[in-house]
């Protein structure tokens, strides 16, 4: 892994400082000139530090003056909007493991497309529920090519995180696109989450990619929406990449194990 640019470093420094409450929402960021002197640098990588923390809604665009702080939100990491698993324990969430299914399987039509398969073609399916003290909070349902996925079936996916032993096996996941909707509990889905038929959930499917742009992955993610907060700060200026979109016809499919439920 490279070494990290000197403004990589300030923008962690001084993220660290917000998310901890050090530096709180409405307060002025130290001025450039303070910055340059303490981390040893020129006005160029403190600019581009500024820059960055602006662009995750961190600090204000400052036009001209010191920039303030915005929100002591602490920025989700590539590895939590890939993995629910990773997002529970970065929130101290301490999740363990249910697993339902692991197997070789043909793949559905809805994820042979997702993975860029004929259907029908093997791939990997991994479906687990993720508990916090005990309670069901995620019910998700994974897909793997066979190249990827023969490194889950060495796993026990009930003791490990399955994108870091991925990641540790030398495999490449460069980006995600990830999508949500809101959609009832099934008697399935509310069995398993333990929560009545009818429940609203937030469901979310993950598209994974490496750096060529070949599929690594399809999940699907269920979790009790009243559970969930979702919170964006934007800053004039910045772009955010999120989409928002009606959907008039059908829904996408959703997944079902083969495990009895």
């Not at 996925?149 to 003791?159: K, Q, R, T």
């Not at 490990?160 to 009832?184: K, M, N, W």
């Not at 990619?209 to 070949?214: H, K, L, T, Y």
């Amino acid at each position: 892994m490279p070494n990290k640019q000197l403004y990589e470093k300030i923008a962690e420094e001084l993220s660290k400082r917000i998310t901890s409450g050090q530096l709180k929402p409405g307060e002025l960021l130290p001025s450039e000139g303070d910055l340059c002197e303490e981390f040893g640098a020129s006005r160029g990588p403190v600019r581009q530090a500024i820059a960055t923390l602006r662009s995750e809604g961190l600090v204000s665009s400052g036009r001209g003056r010191r920039s303030m702080v915005l929100s002591a939100a602490r920025p989700e990491s590539f590895k939590s909007t890939l993995s629910s698993y990773s997002w529970m324990k970065e929130h101290d969430l301490n999740p363990t493991v249910k697993m339902l299914w692991m197997a070789r399987r043909p793949a559905p039509q809805h994820v042979a497309e997702a993975l860029n398969k004929k259907e029908d073609d093997p791939i990997i399916f991994v479906s687990r529920i993720l508990l916090s003290e005990g309670k069901p909070e995620v019910l998700e349902r994974q897909y793997f090519p066979l190249e990827v996925g023969m490194h889950v079936l060495a796993m026990d996916p009930e003791e490990h995180d399955i994108h870091e032993e991925l990641v540790r096996e030398g495999v490449d996941i460069d980006s995600c696109v990830r999508t949500f909707e809101v959609l009832q509990a099934d008697d399935t889905m509310g069995q398993l989450l333990e929560v009545d038929e009818g429940t609203p959930l937030i469901g979310s499917r993950i598209m994974a990619a490496d750096s060529s742009g070949n599929p690594v992955e399809y999940a699907e993610y269920l979790y009790p929406a009243a559970r969930r907060e979702y919170r964006l700060t934007v800053v004039n200026g910045e772009r955010l990449p999120l989409h928002s979109n009606m959907q008039f016809g059908p829904r996408p499919q959703w997944s079902y194990d083969e495990s009895g439920f």
